[in-house]
């Protein structure tokens, strides 16, 4: 009895639909992406939990002492065991910098990607249902900001926030401004995958038919249409995420991104960049390796998701 109510229970249920889902399927028939997806929930679980992973807190300048700075990695001459991948100019492990760098360029990423994901599907659903001039005011603003590069757009709503915000609340507010900025820079993306799935589905019998029985517009868009949108969605979400993730090194690295007491991978590089030529060539090397490894990761299982639930791909 006890064995039958297991195998029953709701927990277990999800976990079987969830191993013959076409997602887990399509990583299963790929090693290249069932490999990307090992690595990547690797990479997310100790960024996560690099209070515990990593050896050193990075943050704690307590902790840090100059005479520890520029030490090499461990297996060259000069290294230690206690810093395997060495240590940056400040003194820092850089390996447990790369951890809760990855952290906050994962954090940044995700949020960023599920605020223009917000921002993009209700633009895309009101902008696809109500057409008219509220679809071509919305599309004629996404046109324009298209013309723009995303990097420049990032740029311009930092530097607002920089000239609006005290120079005490600028180092507290420098991640939420981050994430604001690129995510409005990426909304765009959404908002037109989403208008042209709504143009599709609000043609269909059960809008009709909700239209009918007098259901609000609202309501339709909320309970019946953006069910049915969100599929390309999850995809080009998962990927965008990579992208973000780029958008907030290349900021980072161009000394507009977190602050300098919080790194995250593109501070480090940038750090790093100053001390290439000078041989102390690890502590930009191994944060690249990092940011490259794991922006591969996603988009590889991006890929591997998009050929899932994309039936024109299959």
């Known amino acids: ?42 990479a997310v679980g100790a960024a996560a939990f690099a209070s515990w992973v990593a050896p050193y807190d990075p943050y704690d300048l307590r902790s840090l002492d100059l ?23 400040q003194g820092r492990d850089l ?19 599920a605020l223009a994901v917000a921002i993009g599907v209700a633009l895309g659903l009101v902008a696809g249902y109500a057409g008219g001039r ?29 000239a609006a915000l005290p120079q005490a609340a600028q180092s507290h507010a ?5 994430v604001v ?27 009709q038919a909700a239209r009918v029985i007098g259901i609000r517009p609202m309501t339709i868009m909320r309970r019946h249409l953006l069910p049915n949108v969100l599929g390309p969605v999850v995809v080009l979400a998962t990927i965008n995420v990579a992208t973000a993730i780029i958008t907030e090194a290349t900021l980072s690295f161009l000394g507009v991104g ?6 995250s991978l593109g501070s480090l590089i940038r750090i790093g960049n100053d001390f290439l030529f000078s041989g102390e060539w690890w502590i930009t090397i191994f944060p690249g390796t990092a940011l ?23």
Not at 76 to 86: F, I, K, P
Not at 174 to 178: E, F, H, K, N, T
Not at 184 to 194: E, F, P
Not at 297 to 310: K, P
């Open 1 to 42: 009895m006890r064995g039958g109510a297991l195998a029953g229970s709701p927990s277990t249920n999800a976990l079987v639909a969830l191993w013959r889902s076409e997602a887990v399927r399509a990583l299963r028939r790929s090693k290249v992406a069932a490999v990307a997806a090992i690595v990547l929930v690797l």
């Open 67 to 89: 005479a520890n700075a520029l030490v090499p990695p461990a297996w060259l001459d000069g290294g230690r065991t206690t810093y395997w991948l060495g240590t940056d100019d």
């Open 95 to 113: 390996w447990s910098a790369i951890l809760y760098g990855a952290r906050i360029s994962l954090a940044v990423g995700i949020a960023s990607v």
């Open 134 to 162: 509220v679809d071509a005011l919305i599309m004629r603003v996404a046109d324009v900001q298209l013309s723009f590069p995303a990097i420049l757009i990032a740029l311009l709503i930092d530097g607002v926030a920089r």
């Open 174 to 178: 420098a991640l939420a401004v981050l």
């Open 181 to 207: 900025s690129i995510a409005a820079a990426n909304w765009v993306q959404y908002a037109r995958s989403v208008r042209s799935s709504t143009l599709v589905e609000k043609r269909r019998e059960y809008v």
């Open 258 to 263: 977190v602050p300098v007491t919080e790194p």
């Open 292 to 314: 490259v490894v794991l922006v591969l990761a996603i988009n590889l299982v991006g890929d591997a998701l998009r050929d899932a639930l994309d039936p024109r791909a299959r």
